[in-house]
T-cell receptor, first 112, second 115 residues
């Protein structure tokens, strides 16, 4: 069974601040995938990034960066210089061969 | 279509009535998923279809819930004798290569309200 824990229920930051969203996962699969999805107020989930279990290379994409550490089962997500448009619910997701397991989400509010 | 289409976008029903929710996945996507999102919660897996294989129904909360996928494309989620606790957003997603970490493409969901 898989489990994803996002301990931060809500985070508020002021525009241009950096913010890190935490994610801890549990899995018995040897091969698995980790994702971050964003759900803006419109409701439609948007894919942000995918990592697989055998690639711990961290990634930076524009203002977004991800830190995957198997030793601590963490897959944290950082937004640099946050913007109001970043306000959304962010879901960390773990997936094996079939279904995906979603964390409960972190509501990020970026204030102007 | 260009994306995953769900209808209706909103459905209000009375307790005890049956409802049908429709999902039209992206053309060519062999995998189709139904998830449920209650207010302020994460997504709860309901059911998964992959090609002609038997669906994974392990997430369906009760026998009042059923789903079918006709012709490997459109899917219908049916909830019989709706209860107030069924109120939620029902999300459909599709993907090309399940089990290989392919990302899911989500529809905008159906907001179900059971009065």
């Amino acid at each position: 069974a898989q489990k994803v824990t996002q301990a931060q229920t809500e985070i508020s930051v002021v525009e241009k601040e950096d913010v890190t969203l935490d994610c801890v996962y549990e899995t018995r699969d040897t091969t698995y995938y980790l994702f971050w999805y964003k759900q803006p107020p419109s409701g439609e989930l948007v894919f942000l990034i995918r990592r697989n279990s055998f690639d711990e290379q961290n990634e930076i994409s524009g203002r977004y960066s991800w830190n995957f550490q198997k030793s601590t089962s963490s897959f944290n997500f950082t937004i640099t210089a946050s913007q109001v448009v970043d306000s959304a619910v962010y879901f960390c997701v773990s997936g094996g061969a079939r279904q995906l397991t979603f964390g409960s989400g972190t509501q990020l509010t970026v204030l102007p | 279509g260009a994306g995953v289409s769900q209808s209706p976008s909103n459905k209000v029903t009375e307790k005890g009535k049956d409802v049908e929710l429709r999902c039209d996945p992206i053309s060519g996507h062999t995998a189709l998923y139904w998830y449920r999102q209650s207010l302020g919660q994460g997504l709860e897996f309901l059911i998964y279809f992959q090609g002609n294989s038997a669906p994974d129904k392990s997430g369906l909360p009760s026998d009042r819930f059923s789903a079918e996928r006709t012709g490997g494309s459109v899917s219908t989620l049916t909830i019989q004798r709706t209860q107030q606790e069924d109120s939620a957003v029902y999300l459909c997603a599709s993907s090309t290569r399940p089990g290989r970490g392919e990302k899911l493409f989500f529809g905008s969901g159906t907001q179900l309200s059971v009065l």
